[in-house]
Structures are given as C-alpha cells and as structure tokens.
C-alpha cells in the first residue's frame, strides 16, 4: 500500500515515522529516505539506534529553496535522483518491507527530482504486495494522491 500524509498541520513525519517503528519492531528491514532535509535532526539520531533502518538523505544542508542559488538548485536535484535510483534498487531487490520518502512533496513542487522515474517508483510499488510506502510533505501533486491507497491531511 502506499499512504500520503500531507497538509499545513504538524505530524506528518511523526506518522510516518511511528509507522516505520511498527515495521521495525516486527524484525523487518526499513529506509527511511528525507527530501530537501540536510541539517542534524533528532529523529535521524533515534532511527539511527534501530537495527534494520536504513537512512538515506543529504549530507549538505541547502537551507530553504528560497534562499538556494540556481547551482544550488542543480546540485540538489543531482542528489536528489541519486537516491531516487537508490530507492528504485531497493524495491527491485526487495530489501525493505517498508520505504518512507519523507518531504517528497517539495522537489516533485520544485522541480528538483526526475518525476518520471518517481511515478515509475511509485508505479511499482502499487504493483508489490510485500512492501509499504509512505509520502510525506505539503501541496501533493496530483499524481502523488492519485498513486496513494490511503490519504490523511494533517490540519
């Protein structure tokens, strides 16, 4: 199934989060994988404590997309299909019973991720029973709630 928890409210991440909790907590193997993020946060330290959790991010923080120069913009994207590809080997392989992409709203928003091979991923994952995804972010687009099975909106 693929779950999209988005909206303006506060709770989004810690959804998806206590979700790859659960999964963990059952002995199966997870990513967690954050968008436009590459600043220090707690949840990365708490995740990185749990056997079979596999973080996936950004290790330079860009600071918002506002404040980005265009070269900036470029290097983000790179980094960004870097670890859609990534992904994209992990549920080929079926390494993880669960993928979280955390803030993907924004670089689909921003045009900072190739969305053809997002909607490929996505795509793929409507077709496997063995493996759960979950979206998080802001403003989906459309595409984003038409691949998801259930949908909550954070207020």
């Keep these: ?3 999209l928890y988005y909206g303006d409210g506060k ?3 810690t959804a998806a989060l206590g979700q790859l909790l659960r999964m963990s907590g059952w002995g199966e193997k997870t ?3 954050q968008f436009m993020k590459g600043n ?3 949840e990365l330290h708490s995740l990185a404590q749990l056997k079979g959790v596999r973080i996936l991010r950004s290790e330079k923080n860009f600071g918002f997309y506002s ?3 265009e070269e ?3 290097e983000l994207t790179e980094i960004h299909n870097r670890l859609l590809a ?3 080997d992990i549920q080929k392989e079926g390494s993880a ?3 979280v992409l955390d803030e993907i709203t924004y670089p689909v928003n921003y045009g900072l991720i190739d969305q053809e091979k997002l909607q490929l991923f996505l795509k793929k994952a409507g077709e496997k029973k063995d493996q759960e995804v979950i979206l998080t972010g802001r403003d989906p687009a459309d595409f984003l709630r038409e691949s998801a099975d259930y949908i909550t909106e954070m207020k």
Excluded: H, N, P
């Design 72 to 74: 900036e913009k470029k």
């Design 31 to 33: 990513v967690f994988c």
């Design 1 to 3: 199934m693929i779950q």
């Design 40 to 42: 220090d946060t707690g």
């Design 97 to 99: 019973a669960m993928i």
């Design 86 to 88: 990534e992904l994209l």
């Design 67 to 69: 404040s980005m120069s």
């Design 11 to 13: 709770g989004k991440t």
